[in-house]
Structure formats: C-alpha cells, structure tokens
C-alpha cells in the first residue's frame, strides 16, 4: 500500500533528523518493513521479535530485501532478549537461505555478502563477519556507488559495534555523519543498534561535536 509506505519512510526519516517516533495514532502499524525499524528504534525488543518472525514466515509477498531487513531485527532483539538459542537458529537459518538464492536473476554477487555478515554475526563469529563485511564495503568501492558504499559502510559499523569494535566503528561512523548518508547524531544517540559501543568517550564525542549536527 503506497500510502502506508509513504508514512513509514516519513515516519523514519522524521527519526534520523529529531529522534521523534511516530505515535500510535499516526497509523503507520501497516507500513511493514517501517514498523519494524520503529519497535526496534523504540526498544519494544518483543514486539519487534515477534513481528519480524511473523514476516519471514510469510508463504509469500516477501522479497529477499525485506526478508533480510527482517532477519536483521529478529535476530537484534533476540540477542538484547538474550535468547542465544534462538539467535543460533537464526544465523543458521540466514546462511541457508543466502546458499539458496537464485544466482540466475542477475542479483549482484556481492549482495550476498550481506547474508553472510549478518549470520556470521548472529553466530558470533567476529572475525569472519568483519573480513566478510570490509570485502562487502570494497565491493562498492567504484566511483559511481558512492551511496552504495555509505550503506555498505553504515553495516558494517553496525557490525562493528555488535561486537565492541569501538575504534572501527567510531572511524566509519565519522565519516558516514559528514556525508549525505542515513547516519545522524539523533539516530546513533538512540538507536539500541549503538548499545554496546555508546558508553566509549571516543562514541560520545560524535554526538557532542558540533561538526556533525551542522548541515552538509
């Protein structure tokens, strides 16, 4: 539904410039893969748990974008739960369908890639997911995949804080908030993704410097 997908990215852009989440009555609850990102950015983990499930489970209707957007807050607030188990399922579930996909409908090879960074680190295996996560950014590196490349960065700095990886992860999220990325000082002071690194002064200095609050 084009109106509901419009409130949801309005809703989450609204987020990243002044850390406001939508309200119950802004009606953006059918705006799937939106509402997601909005339970996660609020931290309702079991909300956002259950509806992720809900889905990937889907017989149909779900294309490999938003399966893996999916994949990507089921097993985030599984681990905030703390439910490893379930988390081991997951990354064993995400690499399975990444061997699955079709090779034959033109996908970007690299694009596989982000499969096997997210199940490698729901599997908590952390130096694998970072190499496979810098080869994933440097498959972007052509001059015309700027934006390609900010996302693929924006990842793997995510990954990096999933793991504690606070030098990495401050380095490339420096850079994402002085260009036209998804990155922003409201976003990274509230988004649970940021958890594990926020406490670090070196984290804490990206939203005090007046440098990347200021306009591009």
Request: hydrophobic share 45%; charged share 25%.
């Amino acid at each position: 539904h084009r109106g509901d997908v419009d409130r949801g990215v309005n809703a989450s852009i609204r987020f990243l410039l002044t850390g406001v989440l939508p309200k119950p009555d802004d009606n953006v609850s059918g705006a799937m893969p939106w509402h997601l990102l909005h339970l996660w950015y609020g931290r309702q983990f079991e909300e956002t748990a259950t509806k992720a499930a809900a889905l990937i489970g889907r017989p149909a209707g779900v294309t490999p974008a938003v399966r893996l957007h999916a994949v990507r807050r089921l097993g985030s607030a599984l681990r905030w739960l703390g439910r490893e188990e379930a988390l081991a399922q997951v990354a064993a579930d995400v690499l399975a369908f990444e061997q699955a996909l079709d090779r034959s409908e033109g996908l970007d090879p690299s694009r596989h890639d982000t499969w096997r960074l997210w199940a490698l680190t729901f599997a908590g295996k952390a130096n694998e997911a970072m190499a496979v996560g810098r080869r994933y950014v440097e498959a972007a590196s052509a001059a015309g995949k700027l934006a390609e490349r900010w996302e693929r960065e924006h990842e793997l700095a995510q990954v990096y804080a999933w793991f504690g990886r606070t030098k990495e992860c401050v380095t490339l999220l420096e850079k994402l908030l002085r260009v036209p990325s998804l990155v922003t000082v409201p976003y990274l002071r509230l988004a649970p993704d940021w958890d594990r690194v926020r406490e670090d002064p070196a984290f804490k200095a990206l939203l005090t410097d007046p440098k990347n609050s200021a306009p591009l």
